[in-house]
């Protein structure tokens, strides 16, 4: 059963202390170096990708170690800046706001170095040698993105929240607020004015990489595990939620949902169906799931 909280609505507290770091840290960069529309790769063109490279493709290239070769890029778009016929600088667009400059004979990788796009070049890390995830950790950054479940710029923050919900956290030094996907990525949008709070941009900060996800029925213990292309209508479907201030009777799960990632860490949530509505928590938060997601969920499990 819900029942609503008592007291004026506020962020939650709850949302990973790791994301707030990133947020505030993100806030500090576009207050100090705002980069220009068309601008943020530190000097070198930016080029228009066709495809980015995702955290886990990083990975796969960075674990060949010395034995990267540029016909390891093969699969990705990527543009030359170099001068020299002979010679090749190639930029690779990453997802959550990097790049990948990659400098090679065609065969031979010289440097494979990952950068933050407002960065100036040379700065960053050798993905061959060295932590990519511990350096993507220590160097936040986010994507600008067009939009995110139908909010576009302009759109009000009545209208963020209508589709949101309550914010999950807020930010200081600039007027935005942010919210927590399942991977532990965030989506944050930012504001004109503290007046009318009109999105004025939309950015995402990188989560996790999640493995599989297992929903386990209460009760009578039958369980589905997803991976592959259902993982992503799963993952899809939890996504399409909206932050509520009400509380829940966790007595009334009908199902545990448990998400597991790359780094061999896990999250918990039950799922629950007041009147029709689906109902997904943990740890004394909750949100109710778009009804066509719910709908859409509810099939997989068959």
Do not use: C
Not at 26 to 31: A, E, R, S
């Amino acid at each position: 059963m819900l029942r609503r909280k008592g007291g004026p609505p506020k962020a939650a507290i709850w949302v990973s202390a790791a994301l707030i770091v990133i947020a505030a840290a993100l806030t500090i960069y576009f207050v100090s170096s705002r980069p220009a529309e068309n601008d943020g790769t530190g000097g070198l063109p930016e080029r228009d990708a066709k495809e980015k490279l995702s955290l886990r493709d990083l990975r796969e290239l960075a674990g060949k170690g010395d034995a990267l070769r540029f016909e390891d890029f093969g699969g990705f778009f990527g543009a030359d800046v170099s001068s020299d016929l002979d010679y090749h600088i190639m930029i690779y667009g990453v997802e959550g706001g990097y790049r990948l400059i990659v400098r090679t004979d065609g065969e031979k990788i010289d440097e494979a170095r990952l950068e933050r796009i407002w960065d100036s070049g040379g700065s960053g890390v050798d993905i061959r040698s060295g932590d990519v995830d511990a350096f993507i950790r220590g160097n936040p950054s986010a994507e600008v993105m067009d939009s995110w479940r139908g909010i576009t710029v302009g759109a009000t923050q009545e209208d963020v929240h209508n589709i949101m919900g309550e914010p999950e956290f807020e930010l200081s030094g600039l007027p935005g607020e942010g919210y927590q996907l399942i991977d532990g990525a965030g989506i944050v949008f930012y504001y004109d004015n503290m007046n009318e709070k009109t999105v004025s941009q939309i950015r995402r900060i990188l989560g996790k990489d999640i493995v599989s996800v297992k929903v386990r029925r209460l009760g009578s213990g039958k369980t589905w595990t997803f991976a592959d292309i259902e993982l992503y209508s799963a993952i899809d479907a939890l996504n399409q939620r909206k932050r509520t201030l009400e509380q829940v009777d966790l007595s009334d799960a009908d199902y545990s949902v448990k998400i597991y990632f790359y780094d061999d860490t896990s999250e918990e949530y039950k799922l629950l169906s007041e009147d029709g509505q689906g109902v997904l928590t943990r740890d004394g938060a909750a949100w109710l799931l778009h009804p066509d997601a719910y709908t859409a969920l509810l099939d997989m499990l068959v």
